[in-house]
C-alpha cells in the first residue's frame, strides 16, 4: 500500500515536483496546498488533483502520511516542526532553515534535530547535489577506496546576482511578494552553503570540525549591504574548512562574478583525484588523467520516474524516490536532518567568521543518527 503525500508550495520551483511525486507507484494519493488559490487551482487542473487545502495547517489536520514542504527559504524549519508535530513525515526543500541571525539559525537546528528524536518522525533535505551524477559517481569510488586517503576538496556554487538567466533581484523581490521593500535587499551568500558543501560531507562521510572565511565587498555595490535587513557587505565569500577525516576544504559562495552559474568540485586522494568542471569530468592517477562519461551513473528508478529525472543535474527524481521509499518502508533517508543540518552549519558559522575578519572558529555537530534509526 502506498503512501498518501501533501505538497505546500506551488511556485516555479514547488510545481516541478508535483508530477514526479504523483507519478510515484508508492504514492497512493496526492494533495496539494498553496497561499494563492488560482495557482493551486492551475496545477489541481494540469495534474488532475482533487484534494486542495489553503494553508499547512488544513493539511496538518488531515490523514496524510508526509508532507514536502516546497516555500520560502526562511519558512522551512518551522513548517517542518509543525507538520511533524502533527505525525507527518516531511521532505524539506534547501536550505534546513534561513535567515539573518546564524545564532538563531543553529538554535533552529537544535530545535529540528530534537524533534525528529522526540517525534520519530521521518525528516528528508532535498538537496539537489547529492544526487548529480559527479557526487554519486565519487561516492562509488570513495566506497570502493579509489581515492586512496582523501586529502583536500574545493567546491563552489556561483550564481551572479545579475545573471540574465536568473536575475536574483527579481528573484528575491517575488519571493518577499507584499512584503517586499528595499531594506531586504541583497542575502548572505554562505547562509546558502549546501549545494556545494553537500559534495564534501556525503562523499567524504565526515563533517566540518572548524573555519576560518573571508568576503568580498564590490564597491559601490547596491545590492549587498550592512544597512540591509541581512546586515551583510559581502557579495563573495570564501571558506577554508577543517573536516573531520583530516582532509582540508575550500568552498566559494559566489553572488558577484563575471562567470556563467556553477555548481561544481574537485576532490583529491593519495591515489587518485577528481576533476569536475562545466566542461567535462576527469578522473587522473600519477599516470595522468582520463575524461568521463558520466550519463550511465545513476541508481535504480521506477519506470514513471525514470523517463523523465527532472532538473538540477537529474537530480529531482532521485529525490522523489528516496523520501517516498524511506516514508513507505520506515527507514532513514540517506539524507536525514542529521546529514542536513551538517550541510547547513558550516556556512552560517564561516559567515560570522568571515564578520571577524578570518577568526578561525568550531562548528558544531549534533553527531550521528541514533541507532535504530
Known amino acids: 500500500m502506498g503512501i498518501a503525500l501533501g505538497l505546500v508550495g506551488l511556485g516555479q520551483f514547488g510545481r516541478e515536483f508535483v508530477g514526479l511525486f504523483q507519478s510515484h ?101 532535498g538537496e539537489t547535489t547529492f544526487f548529480r551524477r559527479e557526487t554519486m559517481f565519487c561516492r562509488q569510488r570513495a566506497a570502493q577506496g579509489a581515492f586512496g586517503a582523501l586529502t583536500y576538496g574545493e567546491c563552489e556554487y556561483w550564481h551572479d546576482t545579475d545573471s540574465p538567466t536568473s536575475n536574483l533581484r527579481e528573484v528575491w523581490r517575488n519571493r518577499w511578494g507584499d512584503r517586499w521593500s528595499d531594506d531586504k ?16 560531507v556525503s562523499i567524504m562521510q565526515a563533517h566540518v570540525l572548524s573555519v576560518s572565511a573571508l568576503g568580498y565587498r564590490m564597491p559601490g555595490d547596491d545590492w549587498y549591504s550592512e544597512e540591509s535587513y541581512w546586515g551583510n557587505p559581502y557579495g563573495n565569500e570564501v571558506a577554508l574548512y577543517r573536516m573531520s577525516n583530516g582532509a582540508i576544504v575550500r568552498h566559494c559562495e559566489f553572488r558577484r562574478i563575471g562567470h556563467p552559474e556553477r555548481e561544481s568540485f574537485r576532490l583529491f586522494g593519495t591515489e587518485a583525484s577528481f576533476i569536475g568542471d562545466p566542461s567535462g569530468a576527469r578522473w587522473t592517477t600519477r599516470q595522468g588523467w582520463e575524461s568521463l562519461d558520466l550519463s550511465g551513473v545513476g541508481e535504480p528508478l521506477p519506470a514513471p520516474l525514470a523517463e523523465d529525472l527532472g532538473g538540477h543535474g537529474g537530480s529531482h527524481a532521485y529525490l522523489v524516490h528516496e523520501f517516498v521509499t524511506a516514508c513507505a518502508r520506515q527507514r532513514l533517508p540517506r539524507i536525514h536532518v542529521w546529514e542536513a543540518v551538517r550541510y547547513l552549519a558550516p556556512g552560517i558559522v564561516a559567515h560570522q567568521s568571515a564578520l571577524r575578519d578570518g577568526e578561525p572558529l568550531p562548528v558544531p555537530d549534533w553527531g550521528d543518527p541514533p541507532m535504530g534509526r
Open 25 to 125: 507507484p508508492e504514492v497512493s494519493r496526492m494533495a496539494i496546498c498553496d497561499v494563492r488559490a488560482d495557482r493551486m487551482a492551475a496545477v489541481a487542473r494540469q495534474h488532475g488533483i482533487a484534494e486542495c487545502y489553503a494553508s499547512l495547517d488544513e493539511m496538518c489536520r488531515t490523514d496524510l502520511d508526509a508532507i514536502a514542504i516546497i516555500t520560502q527559504p526562511w519558512l522551512h524549519a518551522e513548517q517542518a516542526m509543525q507538520a511533524m508535530e502533527a505525525g507527518k513525515h516531511v521532505y524539506s526543500a534547501v536550505p534546513t532553515t534561513y535567515g539573518p541571525d546564524g545564532n538563531a539559525l543553529l538554535e533552529q537546528c537544535d530545535r529540528l534535530v530534537e524533534t525528529v528524536r522526540r517525534t520519530g518522525q521521518i525528516y528528508m533535505l
Open 185 to 200: 535587499r541583497g542575502c548572505i551568500p554562505m547562509h546558502y552553503p549546501t549545494h556545494a558543501t553537500a559534495s564534501m
